[in-house]
């Protein structure tokens, strides 16, 4: 067995995570640009998507405005390594939406 793959590991490295993406998002000085746009949006009713590769997702939270009506919600693939993800982000309060389009059979 893997030892990353492990849920235990996984849970102690989401702990890890999680804390280091607080500290983050405490420390690094922010600027959003063009925030307006996604304020037109809301205003007329209408959803917004922020999309994120890999190496960017522990920092994207800090792009949504945390008072918005709309709540965050992350989409997560259902790979061993999506669920890592999920246990980091859910400890911010983030629910995960778990799919995939690779594994159609396997989403809920």
């Not at 590991?9 to 999680?18: I, K, Y």
């Not at 205003?43 to 190496?55: I, P, Q, R, T």
Request: net charge positive; glycine share 6%.
């Amino acid at each position: 067995m893997r030892p990353l793959r492990n849920p235990v590991v996984q849970t102690a490295a989401a702990w890890l995570l999680s804390e280091w993406m607080r500290f983050c998002y405490a420390t690094i000085r922010w600027t959003h640009e063009n925030e307006q746009v996604a304020e037109e949006v809301w205003a007329e009713g209408g959803g917004v998507l922020c999309a994120f590769w890999h190496s960017r997702l522990a920092l994207a939270p800090v792009c949504w405005p945390m008072k918005r009506a709309q709540p965050i919600k992350g989409l997560v693939s259902l790979s061993p390594d999506g669920e890592f993800f999920t246990k980091a982000v859910a400890r911010l309060g983030i629910p995960a939406v778990r799919g995939s389009s690779a594994n159609k059979d396997k989403a809920a």
